[in-house]
């Protein structure tokens, strides 16, 4: 019904900035909430920004101040600008929607495939 496509992620050194952005495609009629998630290796998966009902955006307290979240709904899509980036930054970073597929109110929430960040000197 719904798929969600992540790119933007690569090689970035420390203080640098990558921008990643999530398309959603299919039977897209509304976005509720979209979120960037990330999972670095050998660890949990981490809620590293969201942007919900109403405009407002919450961020992972170790990403404040660095990092950026914005929509795009007209073009189903959500970014993600990273600056100053750090190595404990480096992660594959998934996109989570909640998406509203029809007049009806029915919606469907899933998971991208996600795209590897690596922050490196």
């Known amino acids: 019904q719904v798929q969600l496509v992540e790119s933007g992620g690569g090689l970035a050194r420390p203080g640098g900035s990558l921008r990643l952005s999530c398309v959603a495609s299919?039977?897209?009629?509304?976005?509720?909430?979209m979120a960037w998630y990330r999972q670095a290796p050998g660890k949990q998966r981490e809620l590293v920004a969201e942007?919900?009902?109403?405009?407002?955006?919450n961020y992972a307290d170790s990403v404040k101040g660095r990092f950026t979240i914005s929509r795009d709904d007209a073009k189903a899509t959500m970014y993600l600008q990273m600056n100053s980036l750090k190595p404990e930054d480096t992660a594959v970073y998934h996109c989570n929607a909640l998406i509203g597929i029809d007049r009806l109110g029915s919606t469907w929430t899933g998971w991208g495939q996600g795209t590897q960040v690596t922050v490196s000197p």
């Open positions: 299919g039977s897209v009629i509304s976005i509720v909430e």
């Open positions: 942007s919900i009902s109403g405009g407002s955006t």
